[in-house]
């Protein structure tokens, strides 16, 4: 049964459950129409977050829309994200539970999408000594630098034939293997359960996974569950997923193996557990605490990270004058004679930063952050925020906005030449890693992980598009099309 159908099926019944017409004494933040019981349901596709900026144009900067059973807040200027994610972080600083994010986090066991609370701190802290820290960082940094290298030899071969080839495919190994060897110590050009090219489609199922909706999503608890159970859509949501789940599962075994001698993050998790099991610890990790760990180092590490570099190379070719201001000083600053990048290398340049920060500006890969939840009611610019309202706050039209930067769409890294924002998380115009206490803990190694792949790009070859290909077209397309294929100049 379509989950359609189980919808029409249950709706009489939902409504008197749910009493979604009780008139609210609250100030609530303006909304578009709603149609009864469904709310703003039906409009949920054209809420892309470029459109979100439409709904602030005609809303204003809190918004409120209802899907279903669940309000949803969205916040789009400066003024209201530093109040929510400062003056009330501690008030909204759980996660939303859906359907997807269930199965892809393993019962929320990970740190992005565990409610706030005691496992959550144990296993942020975790991270950050275990993968995070300057320390970790910089112990990791052969393998960054390593693996730049190959992917530039690999990529030196299609330049000398000029064979197009496909950059995103090309990220995702790379950002892939670096983060697989220092996430997992697994090599995945030497793995067995795993081709290094399948990483790409395997961070796609998980996210699409995580994008799902269902029933229970929108009409959250025992009569929704019940439903995506009836209609099938959690099983289907299973199965995309399973392909996924046995890589983890692949992943794990090698931890378990006797006889293993190396100590990420993963063996750390698994040494703490026995001791738990040993010392009867109120804390006790389990399978999907590592599994969930497992999930959010792929999921969070790799597709962002890649994706944010895809947009750089796109803006240069669309901006060919920036492109050769960025690649002069490249260039000129670390001269023509390098056959190996070094991160250190990054220290000389000053205006190449400065298009990065643009483009996470322009760009940010997560443009609406990771959805809150408040955990009670608060006030946002005078209106009431009911407690479990669902928090998106609109980094994409903050990071746009007119009133805040100037020809706010075009991509111009000069306009940060006198400026000292930055995106760390104290800047509320520009927060493309979030704020508060659910800030990106892998920041660092994000921006690492960008500058260095940019850097290398930039410093071996020009890019451009192929002659008489559709792709000259993507080139200059808007937001959603991420897929051309380049051309590499030696
Ligand atoms: C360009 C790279 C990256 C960007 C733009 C980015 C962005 C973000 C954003 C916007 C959030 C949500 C923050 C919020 O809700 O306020 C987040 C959370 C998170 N990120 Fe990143 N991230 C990047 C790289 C990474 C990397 C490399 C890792 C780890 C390998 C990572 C791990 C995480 C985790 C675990 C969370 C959840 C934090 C929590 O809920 O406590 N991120 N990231």
Not at 161 to 168: A, D, F, I, W
Not at 462 to 486: C, H, I, M, S, Y
């Amino acid at each position: 049964m379509s989950v359609f159908l189980c919808f029409l099926f249950l709706a009489p019944l939902i409504l008197i459950f749910l009493h979604v017409f009780k008139p609210s004494k609250l100030n609530l933040p303006p909304s578009p129409k709603k149609l009864p019981i469904i709310g703003n349901l039906h409009q949920r596709g054209k809420l892309h977050p470029r459109n979100r900026r439409n709904l602030a144009e005609k809303y204003g900067p809190v918004a409120l829309l209802q899907y279903g059973n669940v309000p949803v807040v969205v916040i789009s200027s400066k003024e209201a994200a530093e109040e929510v994610l400062k003056i009330h972080d501690s008030e909204c600083c759980n996660r939303p539970e859906t359907a997807g994010t269930k199965i892809t986090f393993y019962n929320f066991k990970d740190i992005g999408l565990a409610p706030f609370g005691d496992e959550w701190t144990a296993l942020r802290k975790l991270s950050v000594v275990e993968l995070f820290s300057v320390k970790k960082l910089q112990s990791f940094r052969n393998i960054r630098e390593e693996e730049n290298d190959l992917c530039i030899k690999k990529l030196s071969e299609f330049a000398t034939t000029r064979t197009p080839v496909n950059l995103e495919r090309t990220l995702f190994t790379l950002i892939g293997n670096i983060v697989c060897r220092i996430g997992y110590g697994i090599n995945l050009y030497e793995c067995e359960f795993v081709d290094e090219n399948r990483i790409m489609e395997l961070v796609h199922k998980s996210e699409k996974v995580i994008r799902a909706t269902a029933f229970s999503d929108f009409f959250p608890g025992r009569i929704g569950r019940l439903v995506d159970r009836i209609s099938g859509q959690e099983k289907r949501l299973k199965n995309i997923f399973s392909e996924v789940d046995t890589f983890y599962q692949n992943i794990l075994d090698e931890h378990l193996k006797p006889g293993r001698e190396s100590s990420d993050i993963i063996d750390v998790m698994i040494d703490m557990k026995k001791k738990q099991e040993k010392d009867g610890d109120a804390l006790k990790f389990t399978t999907d605490h590592l599994k969930g760990m497992i999930s959010d180092i792929l999921t969070a590490g790799v597709g962002g990270s890649a994706a944010t570099v895809l947009w750089g190379i796109t803006e240069l070719i669309r901006n060919p004058k920036v492109m050769k201001k960025v690649q002069d000083e490249i260039r000129t600053k670390l001269g023509d004679e390098k056959e190996r990048i070094k991160e250190e290398d990054l220290n000389q340049l000053h205006y190449f930063k400065l298009m990065v920060k643009e483009l996470f500006r322009l760009h940010p890969s997560t443009p609406l952050l990771l959805p809150r939840q408040a955990l009670s009611h608060f006030k946002v610019q005078g209106y009431d925020i009911p407690a479990k309202a669902q928090i998106l706050v609109n980094v994409y039209a903050i990071g746009r906005d007119p009133n805040l930067w100037e020809n706010a769409d075009e991509f111009n890294p000069d306009r940060f030449l006198d400026s000292s924002i930055d995106y760390k998380g104290g800047n509320f115009e520009f927060i493309p890693f979030g704020s508060g206490r659910r800030i990106c803990p892998g920041m660092t190694m994000g921006i690492i992980l960008v500058e260095l792949t940019l850097l290398n790009l930039l410093y071996f070859f020009n890019w451009g598009v192929p002659e008489k290909d559709v792709a000259r077209e993507n080139v200059t397309r808007d937001e959603d099309n991420l897929d051309f294929v380049q051309v590499l100049h030696p």
